[in-house]
């Protein structure tokens, strides 16, 4: 089983946690900071966050170098969503998490986002996305070619294309 980072929940100003895509059940679970931390100390296999430290206290810190996480929506009321890094440079409110890329010659990526949608999209529309300014976490674009990060499931069959919106 593999959980996939997809938004951090505020209660006014205090972080009450972060919601994850679970790739068993294929929903959306709910964990605190403290229960990430334990899972993560554990080796359980959650993508989007790393330990780190700061001020010699454990701190979670988005995984950038492993898993492309470079930014996280954060739910801060009901159907309001802001940047966790407000400087970053998109105008787009929408992050996409890639969690499954299918086929052999026509690439489908299965992504996920913090309205709990799942979508896919064909490789041509992903990195549009990602030249547009989307923050994407799952893959990174390197000369013009998508490079799948650790913990995206390959799944190798001739699924036809289903392009998301």
């Known amino acids: 089983m593999c959980m996939y980072l997809s938004n951090g929940n505020f209660l006014g100003q205090r972080l009450i946690g972060y919601d994850f895509y679970d790739s068993k059940s294929k929903g959306f679970i709910g964990l605190t900071e403290k229960q990430v931390m334990t899972k993560l100390k554990n080796n359980e296999k959650i993508y989007g966050f790393v330990l780190g430290e700061e001020d010699g206290k454990e701190v979670l810190k988005l995984d950038v170098q492993g898993f492309n996480m470079s930014n996280?929506?954060?739910?801060?009321?009901?159907?309001?969503?802001?940047?966790?890094?407000?400087?970053?440079?998109?105008?787009?409110?929408?992050?996409?998490?890639?969690?499954?890329?299918?086929?052999?010659?026509?690439?489908?990526?299965?992504?996920?986002?913090?309205?709990?949608?799942?979508?896919?999209?064909?490789?041509?529309?992903?990195?549009?996305?990602?030249?547009?300014?989307?923050?994407?976490?799952?893959?990174?674009?390197?000369?013009?070619?998508?490079?799948?990060?650790?913990?995206?499931?390959?799944?190798?069959?001739?699924?036809?294309?289903?392009?998301?919106?």
Do not use: F
């Open 72 to 165: 996280l929506q954060l739910k801060t009321g009901v159907n309001n969503l802001s940047w966790l890094n407000e400087d970053s440079g998109s105008d787009m409110n929408m992050e996409l998490i890639v969690v499954a890329v299918s086929g052999d010659k026509k690439k489908v990526y299965e992504t996920v986002n913090a309205r709990h949608a799942r979508v896919e999209y064909s490789e041509d529309k992903l990195k549009m996305m990602m030249e547009l300014g989307v923050p994407v976490a799952g893959v990174r674009l390197e000369k013009n070619k998508l490079v799948i990060c650790e913990g995206v499931e390959g799944i190798g069959n001739e699924e036809e294309v289903k392009e998301g919106a």
